[in-house]
């Protein structure tokens, strides 16, 4: 098991240019490529979860009201 996902979503070269190559360096963006190497390309996609805990529950909750 790989953790990929086939989500039938490819990324077009429009929506790739949409973002400076910083963002592609960030660690985060470094730490996706490195479980999806082919991620341009093969329409497939990272699989992840988080455990809720009651902090994070409240946080996600408050943010997701603040944005309201």
């Given amino acids: 098991m790989t ?16 973002y400076p190559d910083s963002y592609y360096r960030r660690p985060e963006a470094q730490a996706y490529a490195r479980l999806n190497p082919g991620w341009r390309e093969n329409g497939l996609f990272v699989g992840f979860w988080f455990r809720f805990t009651p902090g994070n529950l409240a946080k996600l ?8």
């Fill in 3 to 18: 953790g990929l996902f086939s989500v039938g979503i490819h990324l077009n070269e429009s929506t790739l240019a949409m």
């Fill in 61 to 68: 909750i408050r943010t997701i009201v603040d944005k309201r």
